[in-house]
């Protein structure tokens, strides 16, 4: 009988045992969850570098009066909501006939102090294919953008040009022929976006875009 019993409580030990063990690992598995998690959870919190300052904006009174585009807009794809765009253009230059925004171009700083832009050319839906405007927006580090600078342009970038029918006046391609270069190139702008360059990263060397 003694035999029996000891037999019974060595099983119900070994049971106890394997139970707590059971307890522990479960415990130690859901502390290794939670400051996995916490752990992922901060990594996704933290903000990425950015070596410029958050752009400011600075309205027209046109603008301004009509309350458009005073707050970043958050680009969606990669890209401005070009409707905003558009209709604040229409107030900037209510002589622009229907306006339509042409493709994006996006240009890098020379400085590091300064954000990359995005530029929106627009012609007018009526008469010509000229580029009538073009709206500029800074890119925050949020992934924002924000108002810049806009130009009227239907009779020409400025006093001593014509109208021009596309923003940048030399491709890649031709700008990779003056530099004598095949590699891609990159857009760059220095004091003032609407004076962008075409630069070869590998030489530096860079040739006008406009």
């Known amino acids: 009988?003694?035999?029996e019993?000891?037999?019974?409580?060595e099983v119900l030990g070994q049971v106890l045992r394997a139970h707590a063990r059971a307890i522990v690992?479960?415990?130690a598995i859901l502390l290794a969850v939670v400051i996995s998690g916490g752990y992922v959870l901060a990594i996704r919190s933290v903000p990425s570098s950015c070596s410029y300052p958050a752009p400011t904006i600075s309205l027209p009174v046109s603008l301004r009066a009509a309350g458009e585009l005073d707050q970043p807009l958050p680009l969606v794809n990669?890209?401005?909501d070009t409707a905003s765009a558009t209709e604040a253009i229409q107030t900037m230059y209510p002589d622009i006939a229907a306006p339509v925004a042409l493709p994006e171009v996006r240009e890098l700083p020379r400085a590091a102090s300064s954000p990359p832009v995005i530029v929106i050319p627009f012609r007018s839906q009526v008469g010509t294919d000229h580029v009538v405007a073009v709206m500029v927006f800074a890119v925050g580090c949020s992934n924002n953008a924000y108002f810049s600078a806009a130009?009227?342009?239907q009779r020409g970038p400025d006093a001593q040009s014509p109208p021009v029918s596309s923003y940048l006046q030399v491709t890649e391609s031709q700008a990779e022929r003056t530099l004598g270069t095949r590699g891609p190139l990159v857009l760059v702008y220095g004091a003032d976006p609407l004076h962008p360059s075409w630069k070869d990263p590998?030489?530096?060397r860079s040739a006008a875009a406009r």
């Open 1 to 3: 009988m003694d035999t």
């Open 5 to 9: 019993q000891r037999g019974v409580g």
């Open 25 to 27: 690992l479960t415990g």
């Open 78 to 80: 990669g890209e401005v």
């Open 151 to 153: 130009e009227n342009w």
């Open 202 to 204: 590998q030489s530096g």
